[in-house]
């Protein structure tokens, strides 16, 4: 019985310095198998089309020189006003590292709460679509922040990037270069596509001093954006 409670010990005395050293990469596996999973529940169909009452738009920001703590932004706008119905701010603390390619394990657990937070209590307020500042299918794995916030809240999320995420077959090349600044009337656009030649999001402009790498699936999602940025 003694043998075999110091063999468990030096087991244990092995194995921690181990799992200490590789806790990255065991971390990356399991969010790697998460995404996968998860990615098979994502629609790409219309479910409203232009029959759309109210867009949310989310974000996070964190205080100056600070990774942990952050405020979460959730406004509301009626589309056909542009009008604010309801907007709320919280104070959030942050529990998961930054991992690149890997944010949604960061954010979206946050946006979830809030956006229950006002399902419960401000249900005339819920939002029919929602905006956040990530990618979609403009992704390593095709599952990017808007497609995990998608499938985990069960809420239709387009993904709105002011930078382009490199990956194999999409890179901020001189050909990319060169398409953007051929944008030049907010509602111009090109798809951008990965290494299969399939579309997996666009570069929109959106006003007339910016443009920005945004992924819509279809042109419900451009119609909106522009609606709403113009």
Known sequence: ???????????????????F??????????????????KRR???NDRYGSALKYVG??????IKNDNVNACISLVVLDLETLETVF???????????????????RETPHIAEILKTVKDKFPKFYPDVLIVDGNGRLHKKEFGLACQTGVTCDIPCIGVAKNLYQMDGCLRDEE????????????????IRNI?????????????????????????????ILHGLL
């Open 87 to 105: 907007s709320r701010n919280e104070m959030i603390r942050m529990t998961c590292e930054y991992i690149p390619g890997y944010l949604a394990f």
């Open 196 to 224: 299969n030649n399939v579309v997996i999001g666009c570069a929109l402009k959106t006003t007339l001093k910016s443009s920005n790498q945004s992924m819509f699936r279809k042109d419900t999602g451009f119609h909106w």
């Open 42 to 44: 994502v629609e790409f």
């Open 1 to 19: 019985m003694l043998d075999n409670l110091v063999g468990w010990k030096i087991l244990v005395i092995i194995l921690l310095p181990l799992i």
């Open 176 to 191: 990319h270069k060169s398409s953007i600044d051929k944008l030049k009337t907010p509602g111009d656009r090109f798809e």
């Open 21 to 38: 050293l590789f806790r990255r990469p065991i971390k990356i596996l399991y969010f790697d198998i998460f995404q996968s999973i998860l």
């Open 57 to 62: 738009g989310i974000d996070i920001s964190f």
